[in-house]
């Protein structure tokens, strides 16, 4: 973390008190998007919530837009301190009992809420880790569906989206790791929410999913009628990146797609618990291979 950097946190203590969960989005100098994304929380959500914004920088006009809304909490640096410290600083100012995490270039389509809040009065326990499902321009992964309605701000066909987004086939799938996701606020403080050494966030959402495994959590679920439009990493794009593919190997002894592919089982149809991983031979020698390079970075 920067030394020089200076947290400011700025509640607005006019919240309801029947709100649902407390939605956290960091955003660094994205303004647009940002503004399109807490509108459709506002236009498309069926429940309350609590929005928090981290103001990473915000020399594009972020921090007084935020400021001046009257439904969102704020939290500032006055420098860049990435994802890890932002999610981190904002759980300080959580008023309910789910802390989830939403980019700032995603837009929420109708019921998005609901249909995370049925699955987990489904569950019946606090011991879970969910995500939305993406719809992007191009698939980042086979956890999201690919169809265009915009590749960026200035073409985004709001009206097709909104139209056609629930008639796109998608099964609920294995795996939950990206935002959106959410997790319950007990769960987030015993693992202590996002590592730092991650920072400013490579890896960190794999390390994460990573951590709740070995507290014993199976249920990772990606919840297919809860959706939003991801137009797909504006932030990540401008930022330095670090070394976490091998912070990650070193951490944790294997590469974060053997926790993808073995553990997570990632991207496949919903089955219900995960049982305990069966690495092949030649992945673990690979894994063996890639933890002896790791010790050089």
């Not at 607005?12 to 649902?20: E, F, G, L, S």
């Not at 935002?179 to 050494?197: A, K, Q």
């Not at 966030?201 to 199976?218: A, C, E, H, N, V």
Request: charged share 20%; hydrophobic share 35%.
């Amino acid at each position: 973390m920067n030394h020089s950097a200076e947290i400011l946190f700025l509640p607005k203590n006019t919240h309801q008190k029947n709100n649902t969960f407390s939605i956290v989005i960091p955003s660094w100098n994205n303004l647009p998007y940002l503004k399109l994304c807490v509108e459709s929380i506002r236009k498309n959500s069926t429940l309350s919530h609590q929005i928090i914004v981290f103001v990473n920088d915000g020399k594009d006009g972020t921090f007084e837009w935020a400021q001046s809304q009257t439904d969102i909490d704020v939290v500032y640096s006055s420098v860049n301190v990435g994802v890890c410290y932002a999610l981190n600083a904002c759980r300080k100012l959580l008023q309910t009992d789910y802390l989830l995490y939403m980019n700032d270039d995603m837009y929420v389509c109708p019921k998005w809420d609901t249909y995370l809040w049925e699955e987990i009065q489904l569950i019946g326990h606090k011991y879970f880790f969910i995500s939305a499902t993406a719809i992007e321009p191009v698939a980042s992964s086979n956890c999201a569906i690919e169809y265009n309605f915009g590749t960026d701000i200035t073409n985004f066909n709001e009206t097709a989206l909104l139209e056609q987004f629930a008639q796109l086939p998608m099964n609920d799938w294995q795996g939950a790791t990206w935002p959106p996701n959410i997790v319950h606020i007990d769960v987030w403080d015993l693992v202590g929410g996002y590592s730092i050494e991650f920072s400013p966030g490579m890896y960190s959402d794999p390390d994460f999913s990573m951590k709740l495994w070995q507290m014993g959590i199976r249920y990772f679920k990606g919840i297919s009628k809860s959706r939003v439009y991801h137009f797909g990493s504006r932030s990540v794009k401008r930022v330095k990146k670090n070394r976490g593919y091998y912070k990650f190997i070193q951490k944790w002894g294997i590469t974060s797609s053997t926790v993808s592919k073995f553990y997570l089982r990632r991207g496949k149809v919903f089955n219900g618990e995960l049982s305990e991983p069966s690495i092949p031979k030649l992945i673990q020698i690979k894994n063996n291979f890639k933890r002896f390079v790791a010790t050089f970075y």
